[in-house]
Structure formats: structure tokens, C-alpha cells
């Protein structure tokens, strides 16, 4: 028998989806420039003293006397270390042993459900990243929604009153596709409501590192209690460029403890089993995004691509003067995604179509992260500058 939950879920991942009508586009139309500004896929290289680091360590598996085979599937002390240092800048301690390294966040959000009931009930925010729904939903998980509208500025809070007590809460801060984050007060409420129920939180931080205003926690763990009641799950792909290097980071707290016994034990049981670790080469290279040349080169990426997102929402505060078309933008700030309500009240993927054919311009359709998307549009920030600056040109010419 086949896994029939499949069956509920869109037949294409969304990216996948994005990916297969622009290539058709393209095809019917080899001439046209298309920029792509749908993934969120960096452009920069690498930081220097990343590639250094993993040249060294390409030279030391070439040596018999430093040459690593299999590593600790929960990956080397050196770089658990160095993240634990890391946060010490949002002033929280870890244990080393407290963190689990992966190959990015994607895996292990998804990966994650192994160790709890199948059959958990999982509140998302709608509209959120895709693979929370796609993959609680092909787990057989019950899913509920904390709706995320222009009202509550994307940011929804615990529901007041709960029939069904969610086991898992899925947040993500800064919001992939929204780009609104919880300040410390208003992510405190959703650890009070998974200790009154129980629940456990799964904090995507993903986006930890583009925060730019103050007030924003960077790690759910700068809040009390949150080790009561979270796992934090990073990635260094838009930290520090990874997105096709593979390497995160998941936090489990010692004290996160159910039916007596460390989620943390069950984590590194199953990671034991069905994962081999990420490559020793790939681990120096993340070691080094955490030294000071390291995390100056990556902010001075990050910086770079907040200025792309400026050239971005001033082409579309622009568009929207000359057009009246109704536009409205989010995110941006502490974000690498502007966030905009369509133009001319067009749905999602409308748009999309729209924009792709008339400016051979691609974004990714707001209905793909949730029903609350719909009659938005995600662009990411992440382009090349010279692509940014075309593109912006392209949004103010626009006819609609
Ligand atoms: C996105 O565009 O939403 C992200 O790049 C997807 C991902 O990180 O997997």
C-alpha cells in the first residue's frame, strides 16, 4: 500500500511547481531575460574564510593521519562548540550537547515528527513555509491553522480558548513568506499557551540572522521557559550562503521532557539510525561562519541583500504611486522577503502569470504557503544586484 496522504498534499512541492512553468515559459519564449526572484536562493559566494576553512580540511582527508571517516551523527564537538558560543550573543547558554547538526532545516522540520505520535495534532500559521503543512500531512498528522492576516500584521497569537490541544505548534521568526517577526512579548504568549497545553513548539529560526530591529528575539530560548517547551531549528544556507553547501542546526534543551523521557535522547536515537552525519569537510566550513571574520564576512552578505531589498519596495512604493493598483508591502526588515498584496485585487497566481509574461519576472504566488496567501506575492531579496536593479526598472514600467 502506498501512503494514501500523499494524496492531500499538492501534487508539486511549490518551488517545483514554480520551476516547471518557467521553464515552459522559457521554452515558448527562449529570447526573454527571466529574473528570478521566486526561491529564496542566495547569489553570493561563499565567505573566504568558509572556503578556506574547507580546503583545509579537503587537504586533511587527503592525509592518512588526519583523513575521517564516518563522524558523530550528531556532528563534531568542534562546531557544536562554536554554536553554543554563538548564542551567547543573544545571552543564552547551551550545552553543546543540547545541539544536533543537520544538513538545514528542511530535513530536519520534516524529520522531526518521527519522534512524536503519529497522528499528533500540529497547529501552523497559515500563511507559513510549505513543508510544515506538506510534511505533517504526509505523516497523517491533524492539522490546525492560527490564521496570519494583514489585521494582526502576519503575526498570529494563541488562540484564546482551544477544543483540541495542539501537540505540536509550528513558528517561524522572521516569517518565511511574510517577513514579520514576534518581538519578545508577543512569542512570549505562545510559550505560556505550549506549557498551559503541553504542546511543543518547533521554532524555525532560520531567518535569525537578517533581524535588523531591536526587541526581536533571535532564538526562542532568549525567552523563560522556552526549554520547557521548544526545539529551535536553524540553517546556515541563509545565514552564511549554504543553500546548496547543507549544513543547520537543531536545538533541543535537556529539559524538554515528555512522558518522562529527554526529546533530546529519542532525537539522537533517530538520527543515529536513519542519518550518517554531515560531511567533516562541510562542518569546518560551518565552523568557520562562526569565527569573527566569518560572521563579519556573512553580515556583509546579509547587508547587501537588505539593500537589494530596498531597491525592491521602492520600485513597488513607486509602482503603486503611478498605478493606485491597491498594492500593500511587508516584510523587508527583518527579512529577506518583501511581501505584497497583488495588485488590482488579482489572486495569487494570477499574478504570477501576469508578471512572468508581461516583465518575465518571477515571484513565488502567496497561495502556496497557505489559503490565507492568497492575493499575495512573495519576492525575495536574494537576487544578484545587477538582476535587482533590472527588476526594479521592470516593476516601475509595468501595465497592467
Ligand atoms: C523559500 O524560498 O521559501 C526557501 O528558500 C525555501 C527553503 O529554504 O527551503
Redesign the pocket.
Known amino acids: 500500500m502506498i501512503n494514501n496522504n500523499f494524496s492531500l498534499i499538492p501534487e508539486s512541492y511549490l518551488?517545483s511547481e514554480i520551476s516547471k512553468r518557467v521553464a515552459a515559459f522559457s521554452a515558448r519564449d527562449p529570447s526573454r531575460n527571466v529574473i528570478r526572484l521566486?526561491?529564496?536562493?542566495v547569489t553570493l559566494p561563499l565567505p573566504l574564510t568558509v572556503v578556506s576553512a574547507m580546503k583545509k580540511a579537503c587537504d586533511e582527508m587527503a592525509d592518512a593521519k588526519t583523513f575521517r571517516g564516518y563522524g558523530p551523527e550528531q556532528g563534531y564537538g568542534f562546531l557544536r562548540e562554536a554554536i553554543t558560543r554563538y548564542y551567547t550573543n543573544f545571552s543564552v547558554e547551551l550545552n553543546p550537547n543540547e545541539i544536533f547538526i543537520s544538513d538545514g532545516?528542511?530535513s530536519d522540520l520534516g524529520n522531526m515528527l518521527d519522534i512524536f505520535a503519529p497522528g499528533s495534532i500540529t497547529l501552523i500559521p497559515n500563511p507559513v513555509?510549505p513543508?510544515y503543512f506538506d510534511t505533517n500531512t504526509m505523516s497523517g498528522n491533524r492539522i490546525l491553522f492560527a490564521d496570519g492576516n494583514e489585521s494582526n500584521g502576519f503575526l498570529p497569537s494563541p488562540p484564546s480558548s482551544v477544543t483540541e490541544k495542539p501537540d505540536l505548534i509550528y513558528i517561524c521568526s522572521p516569517n518565511?513568506?511574510t517577513g514579520s517577526a514576534y518581538t519578545r512579548e508577543t512569542l512570549s504568549k505562545w510559550i505560556d499557551f505550549a506549557i498551559s497545553y503541553g504542546s511543543v513548539i518547533i521554532f524555525d529560526a532560520?531567518y535569525e540572522s537578517f533581524i535588523t530591529e531591536p526587541g526581536i528575539p533571535h532564538s526562542i530560548f532568549e525567552l523563560p521557559r522556552a526549554r520547557e517547551c521548544a526545539i529551535e531549528v536553524c540553517s546556515l544556507?541563509k545565514t552564511a550562503g549554504f543553500?546548496g553547501t547543507r549544513c543547520g542546526y537543531t536545538v533541543i534543551p535537556d529539559s524538554l521532557v515528555r512522558n518522562n523521557i529527554k526529546l533530546s535522547k529519542l532525537w539522537l536515537r533517530r538520527q543515529t539510525t536513519k542519518f550518517n552525519g554531515v560531511p567533516y569537510i562541510i562542518q569546518r566550513g560551518a565552523e568557520a561562519v562562526f569565527t569573527p571574520e566569518g560572521l563579519s564576512e556573512s553580515r556583509r552578505n546579509i547587508e547587501y541583500y537588505h539593500e537589494n531589498a530596498r531597491i525592491i519596495i521602492s520600485a513597488l512604493s513607486d509602482f503603486e504611486s503611478s498605478s493606485h493598483s491597491g498594492i500593500k508591502l511587508f516584510g523587508g526588515v527583518n527579512a529577506p522577503y518583501i511581501f505584497m498584496k497583488c495588485p488590482n485585487g488579482l489572486k495569487s497566481w494570477e499574478f504570477f502569470d501576469l508578471l512572468l509574461e508581461k516583465s518575465a519576472l518571477v515571484g513565488?504566488p502567496g497561495a502556496g504557503f497557505g489559503s490565507n496567501g492568497e492575493g499575495y506575492f512573495r519576492l525575495?531579496a536574494f537576487g544578484s544586484r545587477e538582476n535587482v536593479i533590472e527588476a526594479a526598472e521592470r516593476i516601475r514600467n509595468l501595465s497592467l
Open positions: 518551488f521566486g526561491i529564496g536562493d532545516a528542511k513555509y513543508t518565511n513568506p532560520a544556507s543553500t513565488t525575495t
